[in-house]
């Protein structure tokens, strides 16, 4: 039996998640969160084989949480879980340790195959996330300037995108707020901007976030 912690702050998503998953036989959904918080606390009270991690959320965010789980030991698999198909995030969720990326459009079949996958140990990307990563780093025509972040910076560029104060974010991440602003004055560095707005612009337009 594979057991399975859904993280998603969506009821809607996770009741959908969830009904697909328990028509399964070989699978058990342990437990549900709805943020990263409650998934690195279930994650480590329960030990599922498998947690399926979406990567926006509100508190310290899947990406974190995605870490931080995984520092409790190599038993747990994540697969991340995005609206986002473009480069980085699906890069820096396998950088994170993450064993599998998934769209929420993926179809049921393709998200059964991706756990059992991953909980035999095997890497698992769709054919088409798999091709856009390979596109990015190929053609300098799709550079995506947001991919020469760190994860560290890219996880504080998109909290800086959703409107979180630099204290929020020091306290999401269990870090100083000096830390929080070097990490966001070397990303403005790096993406040769100066501004929140001028990086929520390029934010937009690299569809590293999309408009509500």
Avoid: W
């Amino acid at each position: 039996m594979i057991k399975i912690a859904l993280v998603d702050d969506h009821d809607l998503v996770r009741t959908g998640i969830r009904r697909i998953l328990e028509d399964v036989a070989d699978f058990s959904v342990v437990c549900e969160a709805k943020d990263g918080e409650s998934a690195v606390k279930n994650c480590r009270k329960l030990a599922p084989d498998v947690v399926l991690m979406d990567l926006n959320m509100p508190g310290i965010g899947g990406l974190e949480a995605t870490r931080q789980i995984l520092r409790m030991g190599e038993s747990i698999k994540v697969i991340g879980l995005s609206m986002q198909k473009e480069d980085p995030i699906p890069s820096q969720v396998i950088q994170a340790g993450a064993f599998g990326f998934l769209t929420k459009d993926a179809e049921p079949e393709e998200m059964i195959n991706a756990i059992y996958k991953v909980a035999s140990g095997q890497k698992y990307l769709s054919p088409e996330i798999a091709q856009r990563i390979a596109m990015s780093k190929l053609s300098p025509d799709n550079v995506n300037p947001f991919s020469d972040l760190s994860g560290r910076e890219l996880d504080i560029a998109i909290r800086i995108t959703r409107g979180q104060k630099v204290p929020d974010i020091a306290e999401q991440l269990h870090i100083a707020a000096k830390t929080v602003n070097t990490y966001r004055y070397r990303l403005f560095d790096k993406l040769e901007i100066s501004t929140d707005v001028e990086l929520t612009h390029l934010a937009l337009r690299h569809k590293l976030i999309e408009l509500s």
